[in-house]
């Protein structure tokens, strides 16, 4: 169980497009997910935090304008990175939080499961 | 502030045990998640502790004392496919998770 998935895996795209990713929790209802962007050797850097039906929470440094997160349900959510540069060349990994998983004798883990990721290059 | 340390890299030998540590300062406490990650791959969940105590799951270890802000991962019988970096998180009061850098492990032969 757990399951998420991302899609596309791999994107290249030229300098000035738009590029959607899409995640989906398929096993489980997730009413909040998260948004990662992470450069090579370095940490998880997170993006955004998108709650089904409001308005996504973006972290810091983030511009909300370029990053475009839809929630619509509660399997799906989007980033639209919006004119893309080559800047924005990175891996984006979306996670989702299954906050009806219980474990015995510790209550909700609000355990964040990934998704496996898109690497986005653009030219 | 919130903070998660952990050692950058470290590495051992196959077959062998290692223990990866990790000190954490949050804002209030809800739990302590590891996390691998392979390169190239996203991370995938390994463990999740939020009582005091070692939570045994296979060939992996998860331990945990709240009182000293403190968590290991405890790897045995290591095989050259545990080489990944394995990612410490604490979750705070409003279960956001505060990431640490990650420590990439390296197993020798």
């Known amino acids: 169980g757990a399951v998420v998935s991302q899609h596309p895996s791999r994107v290249i795209c030229k300098s000035g497009t738009s590029v959607k990713i899409e995640c989906r929790s398929l096993d489980f209802q997730a009413t909040t997910m998260f948004w990662y962007r992470q450069f090579p050797k370095k940490s998880l850097m997170l993006m955004a935090t998108?709650?089904?039906?409001?308005?996504?929470?973006?972290e810091q440094g983030v511009e909300k304008d370029k990053f475009l997160i839809n929630h619509a349900s509660l399997t799906l959510s989007t980033l639209t990175v919006t004119s893309a540069h080559p800047e924005d060349s990175s891996f984006y990994i979306c996670s989702a939080k299954d906050g009806s998983r219980v474990v015995s004798g510790k209550g909700p883990t609000d355990t964040q499961y990934f998704g496996p990721g898109t690497r986005l290059t653009v030219l | 502030g919130q903070n998660i340390d952990q050692p950058t890299e470290m590495t051992a030998t196959e077959g062998a045990i290692v223990q990866i540590n990790c000190t954490y300062q949050t804002s209030g406490f809800n739990g302590l998640f590891w996390y691998q990650q392979h390169a190239g791959e996203a991370p995938t969940f390994l463990s999740y502790n939020v009582l005091d105590g070692l939570e045994e799951k296979g060939r992996f270890s998860s331990f945990l004392s709240r009182s000293k802000g403190y968590s290991y991962l405890l790897l045995k019988e290591l095989q050259m496919k545990d080489s990944a970096s394995y990612l410490c998180?604490?979750?705070?009061?409003?279960?956001?998770?505060?990431w640490g850098a990650g420590t990439k492990l390296i197993i020798k032969p």
């Open positions: 998108s709650n089904e039906g409001s308005k996504a929470t973006y």
């Open positions: 998180a604490g979750a705070d009061s409003n279960y956001q998770l505060i």
